[in-house]
C-alpha cells in the first residue's frame, strides 16, 4: 500500500461520500484533516482513510461506500449523542460480540429507526459502551420484532 497525504479534491471526495452515507456532517469526523489514505499499487485507487496508523474506513471498489472500522465507529460514537447509526444488545451477550460474533435479532432491545438494511451501523450495550461495527442485514421494525435470525454482521469488535 501507499500511504500519502490526501490532495484537496481527494479529501472533498472522500468527505462527500461520508456525508452521503452517513448524513449529519460525518465526513469531517471521519476524513479529518490529518488523515492519510492508503492507495492500491495495482490500481492506484483509494482503499484507506487513516488517521495515526489506524485505519478508520475502506472504500469499498464495488459501490463506492465506505465500510466503518472500529476506530471510525468510535469516532462515530464520540460525535454523535445516542442512539444515531447505534444498535443497542441486551447487556448479557455483551462480552460475546465484544469477541466479533453476529447480532442476532432477539438480543436487540433498541435501534436507530433510521436504519436501513445494509447500512453501516454501531453495535452498543444497554450502558452505550462500543462493542462493534458491522453491517445490519434486518430494518429496525424486523430486529425488534423478529427472534431469530441475523441482525448485525458484525466485521470489527472491541476485542477481536
Keep these: 500500500m501507499i500511504i500519502r497525504k490526501p490532495t484537496p479534491l481527494e ?9 452521503y452515507q452517513f448524513g449529519r456532517n460525518a465526513g ?41 472500522h472500529i476506530y471510525g465507529g468510535i469516532l462515530l460514537h464520540k460525535n454523535y449523542s445516542f442512539p444515531l447509526f447505534r444498535v443497542i444488545v441486551r447487556n448479557d451477550v455483551a462480552s460475546f460480540i465484544a469477541e466479533g460474533h453476529d447480532v442476532f435479532a432477539k438480543h436487540v432491545v433498541n435501534v436507530d429507526n433510521v436504519i436501513r438494511a445494509g447500512d453501516e451501523v454501531i453495535v452498543v450495550d444497554e450502558n452505550d459502551e462500543i462493542l462493534a461495527v458491522g453491517r445490519s442485514k434486518l430494518c429496525p421494525n424486523e430486529m425488534l420484532s423478529l427472534k431469530r435470525g441475523v441482525a448485525v454482521r458484525v466485521r470489527h469488535a472491541i476485542k477481536a
Excluded: C, Q, W, Y
Design 11 to 19: 479529501l472533498k471526495f472522500l468527505r462527500g461520500i461520508a456525508n
Design 28 to 68: 469531517d469526523i471521519l476524513v479529518p484533516n490529518e488523515a492519510t489514505i492508503a492507495i492500491s499499487p495495482s490500481t492506484m485507487r483509494i482503499r484507506h482513510v487513516m488517521l495515526k496508523d489506524k485505519i478508520i474506513i475502506t472504500l469499498r471498489p464495488s459501490d463506492a461506500f465506505f465500510s466503518l
